[in-house]
């Protein structure tokens, strides 16, 4: 099986800037989607960013401007840089991975195979 793990969760100021990393292996991860989800107390899992298997994004509404995707397939890794950094933004950050492919950026939880463990992230005000 796939196995991802997140790391680079942390506590920043409201305004900061975080980088997030997931790193997989047992798979041919170049040819994986890529994603980022999050999860706060009490809500539902909530999409954040994707990536495709050639690098190409997409954002959440709330995100965009702020947040950047980007994988480095050499190494097997997938980061989200998080800037500007609001309250709002506080939440339990999965990376998750879907295998097999799509025509279509892929914005539910469902959508995919892989899940990663979660690294906290909480923004202070």
């Known amino acids: 099986q796939v196995q991802l793990v997140e790391s680079g969760g942390g506590l920043v100021q409201a305004g900061g800037s975080l980088r997030l990393s997931c790193a997989a292996s047992g798979g041919t991860f170049s040819r994986y989607i890529m994603g980022w989800f999050r999860q706060a107390p009490g809500k539902e899992r909530e999409f954040v960013a994707t990536v495709t298997w050639n690098g190409g994004p997409y954002y959440a509404d709330s995100v965009k401007g702020r947040f950047l995707i980007s994988r480095d397939n050499a190494k097997n890794t997938v980061y989200l840089q998080m800037a500007s950094l609001k309250p709002e933004d506080t939440a339990v950050y999965y990376c998750?991975?879907?295998?097999?492919?799509?025509?279509?950026?892929?914005?539910?939880?469902?959508?995919?195979?892989?899940w990663g463990q979660g690294t906290q992230v909480t923004v202070s005000s």
């Open positions: 998750a991975a879907n295998y097999r492919g799509s025509f279509h950026y892929l914005l539910n939880s469902e959508d995919y195979d892989y």
